[in-house]
């Protein structure tokens, strides 16, 4: 579920709704969502001036990252959301048969659900609150408007130097205006993005190695003899200690202590 969660969260934050995506669709299947009734859009590829145009900070050439929500004739739902809820049901479901007994995990299991709710209305809240039209317009038409007029102004003092000058100025303008449009949306596919699958792949990965670790045992790697207590005093494992008492030990360890602080000072 937690995989599945972080999936779905990846795609919702890049405006991909559905779950016919390779990534996703095997993890849904026994899942109920309601995006599973909706229609799969495939996504198209935006023509060449569209692609120029948004690298060059064109607000007429881009591209609604919602059409693929605007063209769904049905509801497509909240997947991640809807994952968080038969979560809580299954939580819910352990508690009341028995299996999860203790309160303090009961308790942290539950706030884990809220944690991940937090998450999920935190990045909907970055993705939904962008700069204002107003703003990206003026900001857009003062860069140009500057950059057009500027040769007109250098040519008396630079002269033919001009070309080369407005090229790299414009470079410069240009670069400080798109600052804030590559801030404003971090969860798509571009190189200054945050690599979202990246994330996703490190998540599956670490909860596969738990997941595998199986139910561990404090005998299992407590009372072994490569259980160096004492390390890097000494390489005498558990069995060294194993019978002592409390005030033997204690004397170890201020052994230990004394001994690393004369290596110290050696």
Sequence with gaps: MLVTFSIALKHRLRFEPFTHYEDLEPRLKHLHCVAHRADNIEWTKPSTFKRIGSRLGLPMAESN????????EKPLGNVP??????????????????????????????????????????TDRVLNTPLPIAYSIAISQITWVYILVL????????????IPATIFAA?????????????????????NDLPLDIYCDQIRHEIDIIMASGNLSTDDFIKSDDNMLLFPYNRHGFNSVKGK???QIRKLLAAKVQGLYSKASA
């Design 65 to 72: 990252p919602r059409k693929l929500i605007k063209k769904s």
């Design 81 to 122: 959301l809807e994952i968080l809820n038969y979560s809580s049901t299954y939580i819910r479901n352990i508690i009341d048969n028995g299996t999860f007994k203790a309160p303090i995990y009961q308790t942290q299991a539950l706030n884990s659900i809220t944690i991940l709710n937090d998450i999920l209305t935190g």
């Design 151 to 162: 040769p007109f102004q250098l040519w008396k003092t630079l002269e033919w130097v001009t």
């Design 171 to 191: 470079y410069i303008i240009l670069g400080l205006a798109l600052i804030g449009r590559e801030i404003e949306n971090p969860f798509g596919d571009d190189v």
């Design 245 to 247: 008492t409390p005030e």
